[in-house]
């Protein structure tokens, strides 16, 4: 423990006074002075001094300082290594799922999901979204084959394979709801998808060719809402009755998630963990990195769909039944 290092994680918010904030967690002090003393004891947490010498820097005993740094460390503001080019898995993965909830509240923070939920947004914006994703998740193909090609090792390589193999033709389902719903005789070829569309691909596939941990670590995000399952199909199911939606757009909808749960990718990013004792700094922060610009992705992407959707002219198509 003396040769420790406490290190301060990035992403905290300091915009409220004397109040620090991440993922989710708040550290507040009510003595002005004592507060200046934290902020400056955490300046010297850079990974950098030991124990001993933050207690010589701070004049803090150093007995103090192993409880505070310990406290820091449960509540996800600091880590606590003698190094840092190697972060230990476990530690990673606490951090991780610290804030996979949080990026994905994020990506569907907008209100048109809970206007769709209660009615009132326009019909077209949940037929667009679904079109939007026809586009997407048929580029599942361009992005998994990259992945599986720039895979660090065989195995890996054959696992992203097994993925791309049970995920390539979900396209369809997606497909197959907007057809019921809008025009029988849609055809993909006709149709274009949104810039934000073809940017997330895009992303994926800069992010596929850093290989496979990174990738699947954007891929987790996109496979959380599976975890949810129910949640999910409640939406859909409440949407489609107060809006009156085609059935058949509904069914397959729900179809999807019932198939992408029965499939558990949502445990393949876990799964390529457990092989591996630590991973490097640069992997740790490439995958941090990654999974930020994904979010901020997602939501330029929703503002998009309902941006472009809500004044769509479904009338003329519109077949709900
Ligand atoms: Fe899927």
Known sequence: ??????????????????????????????EPMEWQK????????TGTNTLDQLASKTGLDSAAI???????????????????????????????NRWLPIWVER??????????????????????WAMENTHYTRTVISHMTLASRYAETGRWSAGQFNHLSEEWDHYQMFFKACAAATAPNLSLTDI????????ITHFLRS???????????CEALLEASTVEADLVIDFYQTAGRKLNLNSTFIDELIRHVVVDQNFEHIDIF??????????????????????????????????QIYDHYRFYKLSELDRAS
């Open 1 to 30: 423990m003396p040769k420790n290092k406490p290190l301060l994680l990035p992403w905290i918010d300091r915009s409220a006074k004397q109040i620090l904030s991440r993922a989710g967690v708040d550290i507040s002090l009510d």
């Open 38 to 45: 934290f902020r400056q004891f955490l300046a010297y947490c």
């Open 270 to 303: 876990d799964h390529l963990l457990s092989n591996e004792e630590s991973l490097t700094q640069d992997t740790v922060i490439n995958i941090f990195s990654s999974c930020t610009q994904l979010v901020e992705l997602f939501v330029l992407w929703h503002k």
């Open 207 to 217: 992010r596929a060719r850093q290989g496979t941990l990174v990738y699947n670590a």
């Open 107 to 128: 990506m569907y923070d907008q209100p048109f999901w809970q206007e769709l939920y209660d009615g009132t947004a326009p019909a077209a914006v949940f037929y667009g």
């Open 66 to 96: 192993e409880i505070l740094v310990a406290d820091l460390e449960q509540n996800g503001f600091v880590w606590n290594l003698p190094a840092y080019d190697e972060i230990p898995v476990k530690l990673f993965k606490a951090e991780f």
């Open 192 to 199: 274009r998808p949104l810039s934000s569309t073809l940017d």
